[in-house]
T-cell receptor, first 115, second 114 residues
């Protein structure tokens, strides 16, 4: 199993450009999450999904949109990138029930630089 | 709402010395607590978690943590640091009972000196 994968690994955008980050998991997990990590801030939840076709806002959702059209994929979109969105983005997934419930599994991250 | 405070954004120890990383939580209900580790340029990996089965939890790589309800703490320890332990460590909390979300602390960067 590949676990949680993220595409791309690194991207440079100009202010105002748009892009989509892709997260894929092959563990048949119900829940998926997008976080951003900034120095000294820890991980902050952007959006999350508790199942196919459902999404919800996290702590810092402004400027981002998400979609969960397929259970295994969770997309994070930036419609008009801003320098404040320069960050490292992590995707995570977890099972809804079972002995490993509530353990989140993380992807390797996407580094985004907005100029 | 639950929250996590990690005391010390940077901790430096000598190889072979005790590692102690501090985490205090606040939660309105008995929580689940987690420690994750992040090696440079990688994602987060679960070190250990507390789910009320035992107050002393053993994790991977020789780490352990003790849940102390009276002190609302879940400090991470390792008796003898190794150079490979150099990483950033995150404490996280979720409400027991199937909460969808984890709340992370701001992280503690551990440096191990030879």
């Amino acid at each position: 199993n590949a676990g949680v994968t993220q595409t791309p690994k690194f991207r440079v955008l100009k202010t105002g450009q748009s892009m989509t980050l892709l997260c894929a998991q092959d563990m048949n997990h119900e829940y998926m999450y997008w976080y951003r990590q900034d120095p000294g801030m820890g991980l902050r939840l952007i959006h999350y999904s508790v199942g196919e076709g459902t999404t919800a806002k996290g702590e810092v959702p402004d400027g981002y949109n998400v979609s969960r059209l397929k259970k295994q994929n969770f997309l994070l979109g930036l419609e008009s990138a801003a320098p404040s969105q320069t960050s490292v983005y992590f995707c995570a997934s977890r099972d809804r029930q079972g002995p490993l419930q509530e353990t989140q599994y993380f992807g390797p991250g996407t580094r985004l630089l907005v100029l | 709402a639950q929250s996590v405070t990690q005391l010390g954004s940077h901790v430096s120890v000598s190889e072979g010395a005790l590692v102690l990383l501090r985490c205090n939580y606040s939660s309105s209900v008995p929580p689940y607590l987690f420690w994750y580790v992040q090696y440079p340029n990688q994602g987060l990996q679960l070190l250990l978690k507390y789910t009320s089965a035992a107050t002393l939890v053993k994790g991977i790589n020789g780490f352990e943590a003790e849940f102390k309800k009276s002190e609302t703490s879940f400090h991470l320890t390792k008796p003898s640091a190794h150079m490979s332990d150099a990483a950033e460590y995150f404490c996280a909390v979720s409400d027991k009972g199937g909460s969808e979300k984890l709340v992370f602390g701001k992280g503690t960067k551990l440096t191990v000196n030879p």
